[in-house]
């Protein structure tokens, strides 16, 4: 079994920073891509950022130059560090994993639950 867990959402001020990560974890034959998505109210997911295990980077426009993204692939971990935090940033964020679970022929998308930012004066 194959699981991903986001960690490090808050509530932050304007112009304030945070920092999510996101494990993968279980029976892994290996991890490709990953990435991180969120949902604002009433609105649909959204890619953030993407990076390969090559440490291949893309940003959504909104965040470029604010956010960074990084992992781990000694730790299938892969970071968010958010930078200059603004109103329209509030979501939920999504970690994202394109996975090789062991004993399995392809690689699959994973979802963690979410975490929520909320940025607010």
């Known amino acids: 079994q194959v699981q991903v867990v986001e960690s490090g959402g808050g509530f932050v001020q304007p112009g304030g920073s945070l920092r999510l990560s996101c494990a993968a974890s279980?029976?892994?034959?290996?991890?490709?891509?990953m990435g991180w998505y969120r949902q604002a109210p009433g609105e649909q997911r959204d890619l953030v950022a993407t990076?390969?295990?090559?440490?291949?980077?893309n940003y959504a426009g909104s965040v470029e130059g604010r956010f960074t993204i990084s992992r781990d692939n000694a730790k299938n971990t892969v970071y968010l560090q958010m930078d200059s935090l603004k109103p329209g940033d509030t979501a939920v964020y999504y970690c994202?994993?394109?996975?090789?679970?062991?004993?399995?022929?392809?690689?699959?998308?994973?979802w963690g639950q979410g975490t929520q930012v909320t940025v607010s004066s």
């Open positions: 994202n994993a394109q996975i090789l679970a062991s004993g399995t022929l392809y690689y699959r998308y994973y």
């Open positions: 279980g029976s892994i034959a290996s991890v490709n891509a």
């Open positions: 990076i390969t295990t090559g440490g291949i980077t």
